[in-house]
């Protein structure tokens, strides 16, 4: 079955640690992303990335860094330079193509909690 | 700078009501509008919309768009307490980079609540 997976479900991080949350996908889609989601704030974007080799800043990147190396691949790392990291983060995938549009595929989330 | 607002922000309703949630844009190359739920963890895809005026339906969900007024609907007829969720809008936009927002902006979202 395709589908984007994120791992792990929870994580804990000390304060200081960088730590590296995963998304993949075996959908064959171009464009990938990452939002955080705190309680009454919505999906925030923290990176994008439309094509292998290249990803752009969202709003809130300070603190985050990604890369993409691979189509199927978007690791999301959370620096010590993040303030407050506890969040709920949330993957997405979705087709990138001039005809017919396609909604975003997300991933079940990972709750990473500072300790 | 685009925006995509979702009204209310949270609702109480008791079984059996029927809700209309609304999300209103103001974005620039509009491609389409997407709706999710989401109850404990990955957003659920509802709708997309892309043209006026022509409704989607899905047992008692329906929604529909308004692209002269820039806004969607999503209607819940019959209401059920496992309707209680988050509902979650999104623009998509015809463009690969838009600065720090993207092009997959999602609004704050509505909590619905649904008591027996």
């Known amino acids: 079955d395709g589908g984007i997976t994120q791992s792990p479900k929870y994580l804990f991080r000390k304060e200081g640690q960088n730590v590296t949350l995963s998304c993949e996908q075996n959908l064959n889609h171009d464009a990938m992303y990452w939002y955080r989601q705190d309680p009454g704030q919505g999906l925030r974007l923290i990176y994008y990335?439309?094509?292998?080799?290249?990803?752009q800043k969202g709003d809130i990147a300070e603190g985050y860094s990604v890369s993409r190396e691979k189509k199927e691949s978007f690791p999301l790392t959370v620096t010590s330079a993040q303030k407050n990291p506890t969040a709920f983060y949330l993957c997405?995938?979705?087709?990138?193509?001039?005809?017919?549009?396609?909604?975003?595929?997300f991933g079940q989330g990972t709750r990473l909690t500072v300790v | 700078e685009d925006k995509v607002v979702q009204s209310p922000l949270s609702l109480v309703v008791h079984e059996g009501d029927t809700v209309t949630l609304n999300c209103s844009y103001e974005v620039t190359n509009f491609r389409s509008l997407l709706w999710y739920k989401q109850e404990k963890k990955a957003p659920t895809f509802l709708f997309m919309l892309?043209?006026?005026?022509i409704e989607k339906k899905s047992g008692r969900l329906s929604s529909i768009l308004d692209k002269k007024e820039l806004f969607s609907i999503l209607n819940i007829t019959a209401t059920q307490t496992g309707d209680s969720a988050v509902y979650l809008c999104a623009v998509v936009l015809f463009r690969n980079y838009g600065g720090s927002q993207g092009n997959l902006i999602f609004g704050k979202g509505t909590k619905l609540s649904v008591k027996p």
């Open positions: 892309t043209s006026s005026g």
């Open positions: 997405a995938s979705r087709r990138r193509s001039r005809g017919r549009d396609t909604e975003a595929f």
């Open positions: 990335s439309q094509i292998v080799n290249d990803f």
